[in-house]
């Protein structure tokens, strides 16, 4: 099936743009504005054939775009953007085998990870009193299961709506952006067993 296929270039971008440590800070720069390599190699301080190689493998994998070309010097300066991951539906999920869920899952805990540490550990994940950090545990039965993911799916499109106002409103007035991360976290409970010795 076609979406199958669509899937699974997602899954293979996302593993091959997040298998390497800067290529994973290269696209969350990417997601803030367009970079050009030039400015990326010096906002990262890192040389640029570096910076220019794994961006072009985010090229190539498809999480980055090519958004404008202004001439420098005589040359030619690229700028690009990161590339909005479109939002998997459950029939979509559901045609994948547990191993590629698996895969995609963990790549996804994995970002997500990164950027909740980088924040916390230079001070912005508590700088803002109206930021938003909870979880809870649930006990539902199936209609309920169901009620909550079709929550947090609609959450989530309700946040991509936010996001494309947002860009509207920063476009007229240039006011300086503020950059966000959401997470959304819905999943069947492990319980790990623990095995007691009883002395004999």
Not at 151 to 170: F, K, N, V, Y
């Amino acid at each position: 099936m076609p979406v199958v296929a669509d899937i699974t270039q997602i899954q293979e971008r996302l593993e091959k743009a997040l298998s390497h440590p800067l290529r994973v800070e290269l696209l969350r720069l990417l997601t803030e504005r367009t970079y050009s390599p030039n400015e990326l190699a010096q906002e990262l301080q890192e040389p640029l054939g570096r910076i220019s190689y794994h961006v072009r493998v985010l090229d190539k994998t498809g999480c980055i775009e090519l958004v404008d070309e202004k001439q420098r010097r005589g040359a030619v300066e690229h700028y690009y953007r990161g590339v909005q991951r479109p939002l998997i539906n459950e029939a979509e999920w559901a045609k994948l085998t547990p191993e590629e869920r698996s895969r995609i899952s963990c790549l996804t805990l994995q970002n997500l990870y990164s950027e909740s540490l980088a924040a916390l550990q230079c001070g912005s994940l508590d700088s803002r009193v109206d930021r938003h950090l909870t979880w809870r545990q649930m006990t539902l039965d199936e209609e309920g299961w169901r009620e909550l993911m079709a929550l947090l799916m609609e959450t989530m499109r309700g946040s991509e709506e936010i996001q494309a106002r947002s860009d509207e409103r920063r476009n007229r007035t240039q006011e300086e952006p503020i950059s966000a991360i959401v997470g959304l976290l819905g999943f069947e409970r492990g319980v790990l067993t623990r095995r007691v010795r009883h002395s004999q």
